[in-house]
């Protein structure tokens, strides 16, 4: 499965935690992540990354493209969501692309474990009819 990872910035340190705890799981998918995240990820995690550019700078416009042409199966999004982001306009995007394409999502760290665990038991395996 193809998954893809965003953080804001006061998510990133979760992020690296989560899949440091998680990593027997992701380590058996593909992992797609916006720049700094997935380095940070890779980093901390020891996990290979397919990076796009940094989220300001386009990469979570890259993110849902790969979404739109249904390449990425499972979305994690660990977004702030008491501070307004500069970006706010891409946040929306990557919501409503997985919403209209049927990609689960998680924009918390609690639904990111039930969905990483979900995808370990073979849940999600109904994506591979998709493609």
């Given at each position: 499965?193809?998954?893809?990872?965003?953080?804001h910035d006061s998510k990133k340190k979760l992020m690296q935690n989560f899949c440091i705890a998680y990593r027997g799981i992701l380590g058996k998918n593909e992992l797609y992540a916006t720049g700094t995240t997935g380095r940070l990820?890779?980093?901390a995690a020891n996990l290979s990354v397919h990076k796009f550019l940094a989220g300001?700078?386009?990469g979570v416009q890259q993110l849902t493209a790969q979404i739109e042409h249904n390449e990425i199966d499972l979305v994690i999004f660990l977004?702030?969501?008491?501070?307004?982001?500069?970006?706010?306009?891409?946040?929306?995007?990557?919501?409503?692309?997985c919403d209209t394409h049927n990609i689960p999502l998680a924009t918390n760290l609690a639904t990111a474990e039930l969905l990483v665990r979900a995808l370990d038991r073979g849940d999600l395996d109904w994506r591979e009819m998709y493609k």
């Open positions: 499965m193809n998954i893809g990872l965003i953080a990820v890779e980093e300001h700078l386009g977004r702030e969501p008491l501070s307004p982001q500069s970006h706010e306009p891409d946040v929306n995007s990557v919501i409503r692309i």
